[in-house]
């Protein structure tokens, strides 16, 4: 771009819009000046390391590098399919609803995590439910056998717990509330695995309350 004023020199007087576009026309001139300062010293950038080579502002990214370490997250407590619910049949009528002397229901969990070390953890869990009674409840005890595992997905547990949650039902009750708290999980995550991979399943045991395990 060419850019110059030529005016006579025994001109005095401008009319006022003429003013106006030449200060136009001169900054247009300064703007482009500055562009083609940027553009040269680009280009002399180039010359200098040559056609090819990168951007100095650009950080190089070293494909070999090792992936961020993921972060840990508090396992997830689970309710195992199928496990939701537990009833108690008087002998000789299991599966009649009829014969149903209360019926114990799991409605809630909640789970605390504190990391010891990289790769220790503890956990705190708990498990809420109710007990409703039955046509065949007689005043009697109650127990609910309830189990937590905690699983590597896809493996076997590496902890498990039974316990016998006994909820204070007393005469004239239909129904009542549970809970359970436990904070004596402890596990350390061997080398290359990752906490992670874990989940802790809680439900009602029925074998526990055929008393053959637990």
Not at 200 to 207: A, H, I, K, T
Request: charge should be negative.
């Amino acid at each position: 771009m060419r850019c110059f004023i030529d005016a006579p020199v025994g001109r005095l007087m401008i009319k006022p819009l003429l003013i106006l576009g030449l200060a136009g026309l001169a900054a247009g001139c300064d703007s482009q000046a500055m562009q083609d300062a940027s553009d040269s010293t680009i280009g002399g950038w180039r010359l200098l390391v040559g056609a090819g080579q990168s951007d100095p502002n650009e950080l190089p990214v070293d494909a070999g590098a090792p992936p961020p370490p993921v972060a840990a997250k508090c396992p997830p407590v689970v309710i195992r399919t199928g496990t939701e619910t537990y009833r108690a049949y008087e002998r000789g009528h299991e599966g009649d609803p009829g014969h149903i002397i209360y019926q114990g229901g799991i409605v809630k969990t909640a789970r605390e995590c504190e990391f010891i070390s990289p790769n220790a953890i503890r956990i705190k869990f708990g498990v809420a439910g109710k007990v409703i009674t039955g046509p065949s409840w007689n005043n009697g005890g109650v127990q609910l056998p309830l189990r937590a595992a905690f699983v590597r997905t896809g493996g076997d547990p590496v902890w498990t717990q039974a316990y016998d949650v006994q909820p204070g039902l007393v005469p004239g009750d239909t129904v009542q509330q549970f809970t359970q708290v436990d904070d004596s999980l402890y596990y350390e995550v061997p080398e290359g695995d990752h906490i992670n991979n874990y989940v802790l399943y809680v439900g009602f045991d029925e074998v526990d309350a055929k008393g053959k395990r637990g």
